[in-house]
């Protein structure tokens, strides 16, 4: 089957950095999405990774870590906008090139 | 260069009648995808189809659901005679082609309330 698990929420301060953990057991994997979202907006591409390591865009990296299904999204210097739900989804061998979604991260920022 | 288009953004729909969901892609995709996201949860795939041809439907109700991507005009997801649980945010994606990294893009979303 497909799992995909990232915690529910989070809550971090202006300036600060915060990171969301996404582990997922699917039966294929090609490569790991994260996306934005925030409330009543579609979600938005953040970075995708294929292999393992850290990918770094601004003050947005990802991790990858494919031998233990694991990924992180790190948010550096927070901003007030970066309230959202952030999505980690995975694409795979599935049939027909399907990504599976998590259920999502809501992150909220203290000023 | 115009991004995914939905419409309508919202609709609202009373008991046992259709709700029709429409989707353009991207200019150049020719892949969409369907999604359902329900208040505090993560988007459920529903369907994959390219131009005339359904993909996988396995996320899809057996009952009440279908969907289309005729070969002129946008992709459309039916609803026959909705029920409250019905009620949520319909999104859909639309991407270039396959491969690993088939990127997707997001419309606006379909906010549909059965009253």
């Known amino acids: 089957g497909q799992n995909i698990d990232q915690p529910t929420e989070m809550t971090a301060t202006e300036g600060a950095i915060v990171q969301i953990n996404c582990t997922y057991q699917t039966s294929g994997f090609n490569g790991l999405f994260w996306y934005q979202q925030h409330a009543g907006e579609a979600p938005t591409f953040l970075s995708y990774n294929v292999l393992d390591g850290l990918e770094e865009k601004g003050r947005f990296s990802s991790f990858l870590s494919r031998s233990k299904g694991y990924s992180y999204l790190l948010l550096k210097e927070l901003q007030m906008k970066d309230s959202a739900s952030y999505l980690c989804a995975v694409s795979g061998l599935f049939r027909d090139d399907k990504i599976i979604f998590g259920k999502g991260t809501r992150l909220h920022i203290l000023p | 260069n115009a991004g995914v288009m939905q419409n309508p953004r919202h609709l609202v729909r009373r008991r046992g009648q259709e709700a029709r969901l429409r989707c353009s892609p991207m200019k150049g995709h020719s892949h969409v995808y369907w999604y359902r996201q329900l208040p505090e949860e993560g988007l459920k795939f529903m369907v994959y189809?390219?131009?005339?041809?359904?993909?996988?439907e396995s996320g899809m109700p057996k009952e009440r659901f279908s969907a289309e991507f005729p070969k002129e005009g946008p992709s459309i997801l039916r609803i026959q005679q909705v029920v409250r649980g019905d009620s949520a945010a319909y999104f859909c994606a639309s991407s270039p082609g396959t491969g690993p990294r088939n990127e997707q893009y997001f419309g606006p979303g379909t906010r549909l309330t059965v009253t």
């Open positions: 189809l390219q131009k005339e041809n359904i993909i996988d």
